[in-house]
Structure formats: C-alpha cells, structure tokens
C-alpha cells in the first residue's frame, strides 16, 4: 500500500513538471517590451560648404524582448528623413534612419532636430540632434523673407540683411516671377549693413505668392544666393474721392 502511495505521489510530480513546461504563455516569464537604443543621438557633421547635402544614418538596435515599431518619424526646416525599412524591428535587430539636410540657404552654426516616434512604452518619443557649421561666402538673414500683406506698388516692410565678406561685390538682384521687385541697399564698405530691399509690383497678381531673388556674387564659389519670398498681395490703395 505505501509503495502504491509513492508511486502515485512521483506520478502526479511527473505530470505537474510536463505541464508547467509546455509552452502555453501560462506560466512561462513574460519577455521585456520593446526597447529603441540608438548608437548616437547627437551627431556633428563639422564644417560644411554651404549648398552642399548632408547625408547621415542614425543606427539603432532593439534591444528589448518583443518587436519594435517605428511608428513615425519627423524632421525639422531643411531636412527630409524617411520611416526605415522595415519599419518592425525584431528582438535584437538593427535599423537606420537616415537624414538628409539641404544646406544651400544656411551659413553659420546650425542646429536641426529628428523626432522618433516608436512602440517602447519607456520612451515613446525619441529626438535625434545633427549639428553643423555652415561656410557660407554669401548669405541672407533670414534665409527666406516672408513679407506678409503688402498692397500693389508698395515696397514690404520688412527686408533681409546681406552676409558679405570684405572684398565680395554683389549684385544686381533679380526676381524670378512677376510679383516683386528687389534691390540691395547699403554696404559693408559704407559701415552700413547691405539690405535686400522688395516691392510689389503694381500690376502683380493678387493672392498669395512665392518667389524667389536671385543675387548675383563675384565669387566663383558662390556665384548666386537664392533667397525665397513669401507673402500676400493685396489691392493697391486708392485714395478717396472728394464730395462737392
């Protein structure tokens, strides 16, 4: 009788040892979420020649227990970046996500900002940072005008001062549409700052706009600075009719 006991007792520990191993999610221990780990999240790219592309991939790795998802990903004024590929990373996986940044309106130090968007309930969002300092022999600040409402035949209020190095002539300026005309006053040789000044033209269409100015440089290097303009015409304002 007591041997049968002992079998029995042996028997049901057999039993209960297959059941706690089948692989039913039951009582295995549960695998870590998914984790984005990036190599580097700041990247300096050093000293760029100004109209040249930037190209850099941000290599990461999930390093967590189940698949990453990068849901969305999000770049800041003059970059383009796209969602990798595949965008569901498995455990223990690698990917890119790579930048591309226009540098042809920039000069100076430059600081631009990608925003990763992903399943790792940790960090959701992560940012990505590409820093540059842009040689530029001629530059516009701010890079683009927007010049907001301006009547027909009135000049806009506000203007764009011109970066020139010593010794660089520029000049004459051109538009490209027919809603503006533009001019550059001032010199750095007078000690006055040099201003790319526009006007509306007086049969210009009406509505919104974008065009660009082009400023022609004496350096071979450089030899046109290409500055967008934005904004909205108006009607011209017409002055009001005397009652006798």
Do not use: W
Not at 97 to 112: A, K, L, M, S
Not at 227 to 235: L, S
């Amino acid at each position: 009788m007591t041997s049968r006991c002992f079998l029995s007792v042996v028997a049901a520990g057999v039993a209960l040892l297959c059941v706690s191993c089948v692989p039913d999610g039951t009582s295995a221990s549960p695998r870590r979420p998914p984790k984005l780990t990036f190599a580097e999240t700041t990247h300096a790219v050093g000293r760029v020649e100004a109209g040249r592309s930037v190209i850099y991939a941000y290599p990461f790795r999930n390093t967590g227990g189940l698949d990453l998802s990068i849901d969305n990903v999000r770049a800041g004024c003059s970059c383009a970046v796209a969602l990798p590929q595949p965008r569901v990373i498995p455990p223990g996986a690698e990917g890119r996500i790579e930048v591309t940044y226009d540098t042809t309106h920039e000069h100076g130090p430059q600081r631009r900002t990608i925003t990763v968007y992903s399943n790792d309930p940790v960090q959701p969002v992560t940012t990505l940072t590409l820093v540059a300092d842009i040689d530029a022999v001629v530059a516009a600040e701010p890079p683009q005008l927007y010049i907001g409402h301006v009547h027909r035949g009135e000049p806009a209020a506000t203007a764009a001062r011109l970066v020139i190095p010593e010794g660089t002539a520029v000049g004459p300026a051109e538009t490209t549409g027919t809603v503006l005309d533009a001019g550059i006053s001032g010199f750095a040789a007078q000690r006055t700052p040099a201003m790319l000044r526009v006007a509306i033209k007086p049969h210009a269409p009406l509505g919104r706009f974008k065009e660009s100015v082009l400023i022609h440089t004496q350096n071979p290097r450089q030899p046109l600075l290409t500055i967008p303009v934005v904004g909205i015409v108006e009607p011209a304002v017409t002055a009001p009719t005397e009652k006798h």
